[in-house]
């Protein structure tokens, strides 16, 4: 029995929920009784939900996975992208390595305030003589090229190889704030919310300095002080009527 991991809803007739809440990975098997494994992470399973949603127009993709398996990452991602509905990513923890590469598929990236992208460069394990180990470090060099364009391809002139490469060289994990930066997602959720934090505390910093520097407090003239509001003036004169 496959372990559900792809959670598919159709919300509408034209528009599906997919949540990636899991490691990639192809088919396995049961190596005690040789059955086979189906993944719900798989790029064959992905291909089997589009081909069941033909009319679909938008596509909601939720992420919090740490990645997986290139292979069936690469295959998910490329059917998202020639896929012609608009497709949104959401991420909602992580999107880490070729979990965030399927994000880059999609027309819009939204990201939590403090979900996170982590971006390396691909890795493969290797065993054999010096010709074979040579050949595969020039294997996954080919496959992080193509990594790497998909993410130069969504941030247009937000990021420079010069600056993926060394995104890439240092396995970063990138916040909200660095995505949006480096134009690998296009909004944040909740960021309004925190501007008006972000005010309201260099309000209370700027009163904290005017206190230090011991500046007197603006006072009101004398001749306001006894001076009421319309309000004040209206429930004075109700509550004399009503004997108050």
Not at 201 to 215: A, G, P, W
Request: some cysteine.
């Amino acid at each position: 029995m496959a372990k559900v991991r792809w959670n598919v809803i159709q919300k509408a007739e034209n528009e599906i929920d997919i949540y990636l809440y899991d490691d990639i990975e192809g088919d396995s098997y049961d190596w005690w009784n040789g059955e086979r494994i189906e993944s719900e992470t798989s790029s064959k399973y992905i291909k089997e939900i589009l081909e069941k949603n033909p009319n679909a127009t938008q596509i909601n993709l939720y992420v919090n996975s740490y990645g997986g398996d290139v292979k069936e990452g690469l295959g998910i991602y490329s059917q998202l992208k020639r896929h012609t509905a608009n497709k949104t990513a959401y991420v909602d923890g992580f999107a880490c390595s070729i979990a965030s590469v399927i994000c880059m598929a999609c027309n819009t990236i939204i990201m939590g305030m403090n979900s996170l992208l982590m971006v390396h460069h691909a890795s493969m394990g290797m065993y054999g003589n010096a010709e074979e180990l040579r050949k595969a470090a020039n294997d996954v060099e080919v496959i992080d090229k193509s990594s790497c364009s998909s993410y130069l391809q969504k941030a247009g002139n937000k990021l420079t190889e010069e600056t993926l490469k060394e995104l890439l060289d240092n396995q970063t994990w990138l916040s909200a704030e660095d995505c949006l930066k480096y134009g690998l997602c296009d909004e944040i959720v909740g960021k309004e919310n925190t501007v008006i934090e972000t005010a309201k505390q260099q309000y209370q910093n700027f009163i904290k300095q005017q206190v230090e520097k011991n500046v007197p407090t603006p006072e009101v003239p004398k001749k306001f002080e006894e001076q009421k509001s319309n309000y004040e003036k209206l429930k004075q004169i109700f509550n004399k009527k009503e004997g108050i």
